[in-house]
Nanobody, 127 residues
Framework: QVQLVESGGGLVQAGGSLRLSCAASEHSFSSYPMGWFRQAPRKEREFVAAIRWSGGNSFYADSVKGRFTISVDNTKNTVYLQMNSLKPEDTAVYYC????????????????????WGQGTQVTVSS
């Protein structure tokens, strides 16, 4: 069973940057997806970004496009989420997730397709 551990969250002022990391306990097949999701207070969890373990094409929610970048380091079994130009509405607990299903990128935002989840890391953006 894959274990995922997020890190890198914290408190930052609006306009600032943070980089989240998600370390996996084992190497995953290159075609499997890795996603970032977030859940703000009193809101449902939502998709943020996703990429395959092999790297290459990535997919973003419209709300973060142009500000966030997802990347992967296969040598470290780690996926990153670089978050720039942060806004107060980005405040949430951020989760990484992965699946052992090969799926098209159009399915990457579907949370129910991911079997393994990290514990989450809090990101707070002050205005």
């Amino acid at each position: 069973q894959v274990q995922l551990v997020e890190s890198g969250g914290g408190l930052v002022q609006a306009g600032g940057s943070l980089r989240l990391s998600c370390a996996a306990s084992e190497h995953s097949f290159s075609s499997y997806p890795m996603g970032w999701f977030r859940q703000a207070p009193r809101k449902e969890r939502e998709f943020v970004a996703a990429i395959r373990w092999s790297g290459g094409n990535s997919f973003y929610a419209d709300s973060v496009k142009g500000r966030f970048t997802i990347s992967v380091d296969n040598t470290k079994n780690t996926v990153y989420l670089q978050m720039n130009s942060l806004k107060p509405e980005d405040t949430a607990v951020y989760y990484c997730a992965t699946s052992r299903r090969v799926m098209s990128s159009t399915n990457w935002p579907k949370q129910n397709l991911y079997e393994y989840w990290g514990q989450g890391t809090q990101v707070t953006v002050s205005s």
